[in-house]
């Protein structure tokens, strides 16, 4: 057998032993978020239960993150205009909060801001970052956006939530 075809089958076999349960916990566009739960910058245990009814912006990011970087001053400028009617919460990726405070202050950044240790980074698909996820007021997740998002991208994604 060759290379390609046992790599074509191992594929196969692992997309076959996947339970569907899993399959179905991971954030989809049009579907409705998966719940979950992270650790506020002072310990505290959040969930996303709290942000029931309200069209919430999420921000998967590290502070050692260039695409990350470069997306948030657009980001944190755009906060206000939409702080009444969006949540914003940004999502570190398994850091310290020694770490992460003081690059809040580097960006100015205001809105809330939690370390994630792994799972809902796993919940959402976040195989690379940046990545942002727009959730509309009844918790179906909007869009996905993965990579470096251009202020363009975030605008029209907002609409998709903002109203």
Same mark, same amino acid.
């Given at each position: ?22 399959? /179905?916990?991971?954030?989809? $566009?049009?579907?409705?978020?998966? &719940?979950? =739960?992270?650790?506020? *910058?002072? +310990? ?50 398994? /850091?310290?909060?020694?770490? $992460?405070?003081?690059?809040?202050? &580097?960006? =100015?950044?205001?809105? *809330?801001? +939690? ?49």
């Amino acid at each position: 057998m060759s290379r390609r075809t046992h790599a074509m089958l191992a594929c196969a076999a692992a997309l076959c032993l996947a339970s569907p349960a899993a399959a /179905e916990q991971i954030a989809a $566009v049009g579907k409705p978020s998966p &719940q979950f =739960s992270f650790t506020s *910058l002072d +310990g505290a245990r959040l969930t996303s239960a709290r942000f029931a009814g309200r069209p919430v912006f999420v921000n998967f990011f590290a502070t050692w993150c260039p695409p990350c970087k470069l997306e948030l001053p657009n980001i944190v400028k755009n906060y206000p205009a939409y702080k009444g009617r969006v949540v914003f919460l940004g999502l570190d990726q398994e /850091e310290s909060p020694d770490l $992460v405070k003081p690059f809040l202050k &580097q960006y =100015s950044i205001q809105y *809330l801001v +939690g370390i994630d240790e792994g799972q809902v980074g796993a919940d959402f698909g976040v195989a690379a970052i940046p990545q942002s996820v727009f959730i509309d007021k009844h918790g179906v997740v909007r869009a996905i956006w993965r990579g470096y998002m251009t202020p363009e991208v975030f605008a029209r994604n907002m609409e998709l939530i903002s109203h």
